[in-house]
């Protein structure tokens, strides 16, 4: 006997309590714990951020090619040096992106490069560990914190009390960025995505839904997975049709944004998306020029990746490519001297890369003398606080003002970089 | 940055967590708190709703079990239920008596049992029990009749790392990778069917803390036995610097954080020496970035002269009283030791001539000990220049595991790991003087893990504490549901389940950045994991379930032989909970006959009972509205004990107890420890 699939299609339960139930269960949140359902139009814009794990080497993704950074560059490299003649020219400047990059490239009027991005002067570190968690809860210099900066900035979307997820990690865990948002649907792949689909599936996760009715931090994130289960099987998302032709590469970066793709064309009330790609903690054999292996095929597929979804996006008929925009960022870049392994050490700056609609494709920032006595412990000195960007993307790519910074970084004397 | 804001770093992010969640609990009305230092009761009778909402417990929904349950879940993965001798609640109306369980070979004494037939009261069968797991014996019968039930499959994890090296490194993949996945498998054997649940709950800790990516090259795949076994196996409950000082030389170790490569001049790598300091030894709580040496707050006294060290006497006076020592690390530090320890390599196929051994060798022409060098000591050179590579090695290492702030890091983390997300400073502060006290001792770590296991902060520790991780919650669902397999190579099943449970978010020895699998519970939280965990235990339960041979977990077997007659959903419920969860309340789980499944006294119970007797699902039949998944059945109408075989439509009674099985195995009550 075969019994027509009901679908309970979720309902928004974080809403009420959400905030008590998290500082309960010392997940807390920030600040603005009054999510505003139903109180306005909902948020029809994406923030995606692509988080590079391990620390990428900026000067081999944006690489000089002219002037006298490009000299110092030279002298202090070998085995991951880029001939001046190699890198795609970017707006005419002495830069160019690494030479797989030509899909990037081709958007470049849609691309915006922030030179030498990193922490504050005074909260520099060299620990993976340390700067990715300080980057990701928005803090320089300070880990006591226990908000992610994407947490403080979901707080402040007027999600729609019809949302079915507001916040989407593209991992098997929820990252720090969102650490303290309590609605965070992870979601890795979308095939077995339930937890059976025999006879008894539907009244299984109904009891699932019964048991975790409770307000702690474990009951919620099960109420989130029981309504993703839902709904994932709901939809068929494991014949995704990208928009005009275009075709991620298969891989676990290009499976994941066209997730996020897919998920976003379904107005499912996404407003935050995260994503990560490691492989850049090249200390032995960086392999920067490898198009098989190393740097050179994981910037490949990183510019590859990234294309393809602003392209399905902007071929969409219905999504239009001015309501995303995709940040790339990593927790620091690698010396400017390459070690005696033909790798690169733990540096400093290194660029952050905007993507969208409503992005005019430039470099922006400074990028400062590399000379050995301007190098900060051999890196490249910061001089664009990365918080700066992402307020930036905030308040004038997605279109929320400049109120929202003082929101998500309340402590960053707020410039915008362009 | 100054001293006060280092030193409130990482190690202090989930204190000020809970002091955010305590100033703004909003507590249940007329819930009282408990008062400070209550030991949970042994009855295993109360909801302690209240205790659990301002322990900041996972769910609000988890009943407080009786204390050898607690104390089983937390040392170790959960108890194995081999016979139910000990069980008293309803046990005459549902459980046979003088039960032999028919289906294993490997059945041993049930876990609860054990542990209460060790004292006469909570404190002296703690106290006992700690110590046999404390002093684990060569005799290991279950496991190692799992072992020997797979002849073939575990070869590699007994021979020398040369003779598996020599062997394979230089080969295929299929060669040079076997030692990794016999490792893997061994593992999940090990967890599941050892008597010595301590012993493995410490190898998986210090395979976090001393974490590698055991998927990165030929050389990490083909060490892996032996740094399973030489490392981690060898000292998990032994002395810390020799733990450290082992992994330090493990060609694993070297090849992962590049110390194989740091060398003179222009090839110095600091990537060891940080990992070193930040995450085996000091912790990131003891950084004080890039502050300058000479700025470093100095210790009160040297930590160092009560050693009796020869090394640190002999290079550099490094012991004597007069001698500053710093509270913190900085950049100088790190750059520095990385000095120190250049010329460390391994024996691979470049230098040995064939494959190559694996072994730890030093390349004193690629050491550099031109000058003298100073770590830790405020700036003051005094690592004597001319050292040779091992010894100054060794100096490095036993500076950073000796010093007072490894102790305190170290006992930080382990009371996470045994204890709870947010261990009580006091506990963290008793663990780490043991820790400090025992620095030379062969026993460090087992004195300190004595020390934490029989405080009262641990016996006042309540379930739910602790989100099991996805390997504690698929193991211990293992051990509770009676699975019955060995997890071997070179054969599907096995192969299957590896694969599904790899979806869980937490492969072993997969995570790939040295801070190893995160311990709290926030990042296990996710959809995904939750997801992928639930659908192992469904996989776990269901393989092979209508072949009476092979089936893979023992539901329906237990069932039958624990169940007498013809039993109702109620008794079948009832039994069920209490041999998966360990125990039963004083009011049942679902309450006295002819309770309704909304009207149960737990949400387990309820959901486990609705879901056997598909009440409350609007009917059956496929119409609009009509949910259920099978026909109702009443909660205390008996069912036909031959129709509990049968796994026909449209009952499903087979499946149908699996089912309700994994309810229970999905709830809040066993993915918390």
């Avoid at chain 1, 994932?232 to 998302?237: P, T």
């Avoid at chain 2, 809970?18 to 819930?31: E, T």
């Avoid at chain 2, 450290?244 to 060398?263: E, F, Q, T, W």
Wanted: charged share 20%; aromatic share 10%; proline share 5%.
């Amino acid at each position: 006997m075969s019994k027509k699939r009901s679908i309970n299609l979720p309902r928004r339960r974080f809403i009420a309590g959400a905030g008590a139930a998290a500082t309960a269960t010392g997940v807390g949140l920030g600040f603005s714990q009054a999510v505003n359902a139903g109180s306005g139009s909902a948020p029809t814009k994406l923030f995606v951020y692509l988080f590079l794990r391990g620390g990428i080497d900026g000067l081999s993704f944006v690489v000089p090619t002219g002037g006298a950074n490009f000299n110092h560059y030279a002298q202090d490299r070998d085995a991951t040096f880029i001939e001046p003649n190699e890198p795609l020219n970017l707006f005419g400047s002495q830069f160019g992106l690494h030479p797989f990059c030509t899909a990037l490239h081709s958007i470049a009027p849609r691309v915006a490069i922030v030179h030498a991005c990193g922490h504050p002067l005074d909260a520099l570190t060299r620990s993976h560990f340390d700067a990715q968690e300080t980057i990701e809860l928005g803090t320089p210099g300070n880990l006591s914190g226990v908000s992610g900066f994407l947490n403080r900035y979901l707080q402040t979307q007027n999600h729609s009390p019809d949302a079915i997820f507001t916040a989407l990690a593209s991992s098997s865990n929820p990252p720090t960025s969102m650490a303290g948002y309590p609605d965070i649907a992870t979601l890795d792949s979308a095939g077995g995505f339930s937890p059976n689909s025999g006879t008894f599936a539907d009244t299984h996760l109904m009891m699932l839904d019964s048991m975790y009715s409770g307000t702690g931090s474990l009951d919620l994130a099960a109420q989130s997975t029981v309504d993703a289960v839902n709904l994932i099987n709901s939809f068929d998302l494991d014949d995704y049709q990208p928009a005009g032709g275009v075709s991620y590469p298969n891989t676990g970066l290009g499976s994941d944004l066209a997730l996020i793709a897919q998920l976003w064309k379904l107005d499912l009330g996404i407003s935050t998306a995260t994503v990560d790609r490691g492989g850049w903690d090249t200390h032995n054999t960086q392999n920067t020029l490898n198009p098989n292996g190393g740097f050179g095929r994981n910037i490949a597929e990183v510019s590859d990746a990234v294309t393809a979804f602003y392209l399905d996006i902007a071929n969409d008929p219905v999504k239009n490519e001015n309501d995303i925009c995709l940040v790339i960022q990593s927790e620091f870049g690698r010396q400017v001297s390459e070690n005696g392994n033909a790798g690169t050490d733990h540096g400093y700056a290194d660029p952050m890369v905007l993507i969208g609609g409503l992005i005019t494709g430039g470099l922006y920032g400074t990028f400062p003398s590399i000379a050995t006595g301007d190098r900060i412990g051999d890196g490249v000195m910061p001089t664009t606080d990365f918080r700066n960007v992402h307020a930036t993307v905030m308040d004038r790519v997605l279109g929320n003002g400049p109120g929202v910074v003082s929101q998500v970084f309340p402590d960053l004397n707020y410039q915008p970089v362009f | 940055m100054n001293q006060i804001e280092s030193r409130k770093r990482r190690g202090f992010l989930v204190g000020s967590a809970a002091a955010v969640a305590g100033g703004s609990l909003p507590v249940a009305a007329g819930a009282a708190k408990p008062a400070e230092g209550v030991v949970a009761p042994t009855g295993g009778s109360i909801n302690r709703l209240s205790a659990a909402v301002s322990k900041g417990l996972g769910s609000t929904g988890v009943i407080e079990p009786p204390f050898a349950v607690k104390v089983l879940n937390k040392i170790g993965f959960g108890p194995a239920r081999r016979n139910l001798g000990f069980v008293e609640v309803n046990s005459d109306v549902i459980l046979e008596t003088g039960f032999e369980r028919r289906s294993s070979n490997f059945a041993t004494q049930d876990d609860v049992s054990h542990f209460l037939a060790l004292g006469s009261n909570d404190n002296e069968r703690l106290n006992n029990f700690v110590e046999e797991q404390l002093n684990p014996l060569p005799e290991d019968p279950d496991l190692q009749a799992r072992l020997a039930s797979a002849p073939g499959s575990f070869d590699t994890l007994g021979l020398p790392l040369a003779t598996v090296w020599s062997e394979r490194e230089c080969e295929g993949f299929s060669a040079y990778s076997r030692p990794y996945f016999e490792t893997e498998r061994f593992m999940f054997n090990a967890a599941a069917y050892s008597r010595w649940q301590l012993y493995y709950q410490m190898v998986d800790f210090w395979s976090d803390h001393l974490n590698i990516f055991g998927r990165q090259d030929e050389d990490i795949y083909v060490s892996w036995s032996s740094w399973n076994r030489d490392v981690l196996r060898t000292y998990a409950l032994g002395n810390f610097y020799d733990l450290i000082i082992a992994s330090a030389k493990h060609p694993a170790m070297l090849r992962y954080l590049d110390n194989y490569v740091n060398g003179r001049g222009g090839a110095i790598n600091e990537n060891y020496c940080r990992e070193l300091f930040e995450l085996h030894c000091m912790g990131a709580e003891n950084y004080a970035g890039n502050e300058q040496q000479f700025d470093v707050e100095a210790l009160s006294e040297n930590p160092y002269t009560a050693l009796n060290d020869s090394d640190l006497r002999n290079f550099g006076n490094l012991d004597a009283p007069t001698t500053q020592i710093a509270r913190f690390y900085v950049d100088d530090d790190v750059l520095t030791a990385a000095q120190s320890m250049t010329g460390w390599r391994y024996e691979d196929e470049n230098q040995g001539g064939s494959c190559g051994t694996g072994a730890f060798i030093t390349d004193e022409q690629e050491h550099n000990s031109d000058s003298t060098k100073a770590v830790l000591t405020l700036g003051t050179s005094r690592i004597p220049s001319n050292l040779d590579a091992e010894t100054e090695g060794r100096l490095i290492v036993k500076l950073a595991a000796y010093h007072p702030g490894t102790a305190n890091y170290i006992a930080r983390k382990l009371c996470t790991r045994l204890v709870s997300d947010d261990p009580p400073q006091s506990l963290i502060d008793k663990a780490s003087a043991t820790f400090f006290a025992h620095r030379k001792s062969g026993d460090q770590i087992k004195r300190t893990l004595r020390t934490i296991l029989t405080s009262d902060e641990f016996k006042a520790s309540l379930q739910g504490e602790k989100v099991k991780r996805p390997f504690e919650y698929v193991v211990s669902a293992m051990r509770a549901a009676g699975t019955d397999y060995t997890i071997r190579m070179s054969d599907r099943t096995s192969d299957e389940f590896i694969g599904r449970y790899n979806n869980t978010g937490q492969r072993l020895f997969d995570w790939r950045t040295p801070d190893g699998y995160p311990d709290t519970r926030g990042h296990w939280e996710g959809s995904n994991n939750l997801v992928q965990c639930w659908r192992t235990i469904d996989w776990l339960l269901d393989k092979d379930y209508r072949d009476d041979q092979d089936r893979v977990t023992r539901v329906l077997d237990i069932t039958l032989d624990n169940v007498v007659g013809n039993p109702t959903p109620r008794q079948l419920v009832e039994f069920w909970c209490n041999w998966i969860l360990g125990f039963s309340p004083a009011g049942g789980w679902t309450g006295p006959e002819f309770t309704p499944y909304q009207n149960a006294p737990t949400a387990v119970g309820g959901a486990a009972l609705q879901f056997l007797t598909q009440q409350g699902f609007g009917g059956f039949g496929g119409s609009s509205g009509q949910n259920a998944d099978a026909p109702l059945q009443p909660s205390d109408e008996p069912i036909n004990r031959n129709s509990l075989q049968e796994d026909n439509s449209p009952d499903y009674w087979h499946r149908r107890i699996l089912g309700m099985v994994k309810v229970i195995l999905w709830s809040p009550q066993f993915m918390q420890r």
